[in-house]
Every structure is written in structure tokens, then in C-alpha cells.
């Protein structure tokens, strides 16, 4: 079983990212990176049941369940991990694996940054958004009632293991919400694997093998180098990664969380992305078109739902990416070409948001 590993080299040092078939049995390639003292296992009853025997035969570890969906990403849900970490005692050497989707990767990544001022983290992704985005890079967090990832900390793991035999599992709808974030680094930074995504629609959308191996390594290289580079999102580069992410955080919060799929509403976002540079930076209506055309053929959404749209506005405003008084948007020069922008004047983001219905 071949793997591949791809390091997020960091100041202050480097963890890898293993990509494979096979891998969460072979605890030959994780083991090294659990500390010595407790292991506890957190995840999902639904993920567990996939995808936890392998797993935890290869290490002594206690299971923490937490509820399953975007709904339960929150401060309540985090208690309850917090918690069992101090029932069973875990000390500082201790080590946290988080088991499951992004939602369980935030959540675990921050009851591990939080724990007795934080103990040791590795990644265990299983789905396909998890794997190329949400596992990679240290962002930990839970929702709030004000904002999608409100209260969180960077918490980087000591390693991820990306084990794409999960994604065969996953529901249909989940998969392709995830083939939404790898169309963004595409578009942000490699406008050839762009034409890659259009020319192997079919190969992804039947989970060739190859071609999802292909695209996961993709993503994980472009997201390490991305974070190597501006760890903390404080320079020009790391925000890149939120293209579209403004207005799919104003879909998530105004729909209710786990309404829309994270990476459905960053589709749409990323659409929006479009109109918006065509307004402000003269992106091509063509590439627009292209980009459109890419996540319909993906079958993935690209027009707002029917809200309101100064309730979208307003809870684009609380996004925290945004300094008073002001909307920060990611735009395109050109596919594969992305920067940042400051809008005063609200007015083209309530055109694009009202041309798209
Ligand atoms: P998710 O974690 O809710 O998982 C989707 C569903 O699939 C869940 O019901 C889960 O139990 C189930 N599941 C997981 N693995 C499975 C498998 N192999 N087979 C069958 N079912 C499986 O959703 P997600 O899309 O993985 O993550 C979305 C979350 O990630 C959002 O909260 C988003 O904000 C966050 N995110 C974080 C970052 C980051 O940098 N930290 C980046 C992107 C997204
Ligand atoms: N998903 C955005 C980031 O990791 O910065």
C-alpha cells in the first residue's frame, strides 16, 4: 500500500500529512505520533461504526462520542468533550485523535487546544472536505449564534493521516460538498488543475481512485504551502483560502446551521466571488461562465437561496474576517489568480447577491 507524505513546514517545526488508501490501520505510520500518555478517541457513533475498528485496535485509547452535524458544533458540545477528557484523567501527555469530519476536527482541535492549555493533536479525516481543507493548517473552533467559528484557536496537529478508502462511505451529497473546497484552490492559485477538474468531472464524480488521490494531494500541497507561508492568516496569503467563504458563512448562519452543507455554500460563494471581481477587478463574464459550468457538471450548487438579502448582508458584516465598517472579499484577477479587497460601499455585493437568486 504506497502513501504519500506531504510536510506543513512551520516555525516551529514541521508535521506531515499522510495521504493513502489503507492508512488508519496502519498505526506503523501514526503510532509514532501519539504521545505517551492517554489516547482518547474522539468522534461520531455513524463514524465509529465505519471506520473505528481498524483504528482503535492499533492503539488503547478511550472513545468520546460526540452528537453528530453542524448543529452541534458549539460551545455544548465542546463541554462535553472537555469533560471527558477530565474523567478519564488525561494529563498533559496526553493525546487527542479526532475522528471524523470537519465538524468533529474543529471541535476535537479545540477541546485538544484548550485541555490543560493544550495536549497533543492527530488528525484522522474522513470525508473528502476534512482531507483537503478543514484537517490541514490548525484552525479549531465552534459556532456561535453571532457567527460561523466564532470562538476558536490555531491549534496545529503533530499529524494528519488522510485515509481516502473512507470517502467510499460517505454519502453522495457530502463527497461532492467537499469537491466544492477543491475547485477553490484551483481558482485562488493553480489555474491548470482547473482545466484538470474539467477534464476528469466524470472520474471524480465516479470516486476513481486515482483521481481522488490526485485530488487530495493537490489541495494538501497548496494548503501547506499556503499555511507555511502565513500561519495565522496576519499576511496577504492565507486569507486567499476564504474565497467565497464570506457569503457561504452568510448562507450558513441565516439558513441554520447544517441547513446547507459547508462546502455547497462555499459553491455559491465562490460564484459570487465572480460576479463580484467582474464588478471590481475586471474578471472575464467567460471565466464566470466556466466556473458555473464546473460546479453544475459537479453537481453542486451556484445561485442563493431565496433569503432576504439585507439579512444575508448583516450576517456577512459579523463574518470576523471583517474590520469595522468594512467588507473584506476575496477576489480574481483570473482563474488561479486571487487577492483581497476593502469595500466601503456595499452596493455591488447586494447587486451580485441579487443577480444570483
Ligand atoms: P461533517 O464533519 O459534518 O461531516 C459530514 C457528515 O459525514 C457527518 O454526518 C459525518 O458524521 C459523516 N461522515 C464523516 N465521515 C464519514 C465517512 N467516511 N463515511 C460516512 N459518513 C461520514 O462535515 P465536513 O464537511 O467534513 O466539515 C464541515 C465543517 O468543517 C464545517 O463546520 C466547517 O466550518 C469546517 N471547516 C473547517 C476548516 C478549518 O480550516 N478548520 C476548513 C473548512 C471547513
Ligand atoms: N479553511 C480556511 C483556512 O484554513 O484558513
Known amino acids: 500500500m504506497t502513501y504519500t507524505r506531504i510536510d506543513v513546514s512551520l516555525a516551529k517545526g514541521a508535521y506531515p500529512v499522510f495521504c493513502g488508501s489503507g492508512l488508519l490501520a496502519r498505526g506503523d505510520i501514526w503510532k509514532p505520533f501519539v504521545g505517551t500518555g492517554q489516547v482518547a478517541v474522539i468522534s461520531n457513533n455513524r463514524v465509529l461504526s465505519l471506520h473505528g475498528d481498524g483504528m482503535t ?11 453528530d452535524g453542524e448543529e452541534h458544533k458549539n460551545f455544548k458540545t465542546l463541554e462535553i468533550a472537555l469533560d471527558e477528557l477530565a474523567a478519564m484523567e488525561m494529563r498533559r501527555d496526553g493525546t487527542v485523535i479526532a475522528l471524523g469530519g470537519g465538524v468533529i476536527g474543529d471541535t476535537a482541535g479545540f477541546a485538544a487546544a484548550s485541555y490543560m492549555r493544550g495536549v497533543r493533536l492527530l488528525h484522522m479525516p474522513t470525508t473528502l472536505l476534512a482531507q483537503v481543507d478543514a484537517a490541514i493548517g490548525g484552525k479549531t473552533g465552534v459556532n456561535r449564534p453571532h457567527g460561523k467559528n466564532m470562538v476558536g484557536a490555531f491549534y496545529q496537529p503533530v499529524a494528519v493521516v488522510c485515509d481516502t478508502s473512507t470517502l467510499a462511505t460517505l454519502p453522495s451529497r457530502e463527497y461532492v460538498a467537499g469537491l466544492a473546497e ?7 492559485g493553480d489555474a491548470p488543475f482547473f482545466v484538470w477538474l474539467e477534464d476528469n468531472v466524470v472520474a471524480l464524480l465516479a470516486q476513481e481512485p486515482t483521481a481522488v488521490r490526485h485530488v487530495v494531494e493537490t489541495s494538501v500541497r497548496a494548503k501547506a504551502v499556503i499555511v507555511a507561508a502565513d500561519e495565522h492568516e496576519i499576511g496577504d496569503l492565507r486569507v486567499l483560502l476564504n474565497l467565497g467563504h464570506t457569503f457561504a458563512h ?14 455547497e455554500a462555499v459553491a455559491v460563494g465562490m460564484v459570487a466571488a465572480a460576479r463580484l471581481s467582474e464588478k471590481m477587478c475586471g474578471f472575464v463574464a467567460a471565466d464566470t461562465a466556466r466556473i458555473i459550468a464546473l460546479l453544475r457538471r459537479l453537481q453542486l450548487p451556484y ?6 438579502t ?14 469595522a465598517n468594512k467588507l473584506h472579499f476575496v477576489v480574481m484577477e483570473a482563474v488561479g489568480r486571487a487577492r483581497t479587497i476593502e469595500i466601503d460601499d ?6 451580485t447577491i441579487e443577480e444570483m437568486r
Open 310 to 323: 439585507d439579512t444575508l448582508l448583516c450576517a456577512m458584516r459579523a463574518d470576523k474576517k471583517h474590520a
Open 182 to 188: 477543491i475547485v477553490k484552490y484551483a481558482l485562488l
Open 250 to 263: 452568510g448562507i450558513e448562519n441565516v439558513a441554520g446551521y447544517g441547513a446547507w452543507l459547508h462546502g
Open 346 to 351: 456595499e452596493t455591488p455585493v447586494r447587486q
Open 303 to 308: 445561485a442563493f437561496p431565496n433569503i432576504d
Open 57 to 67: 485496535q492499533q492503539v488503547k485509547a478511550k472513545t468520546v462520542i460526540l452528537p
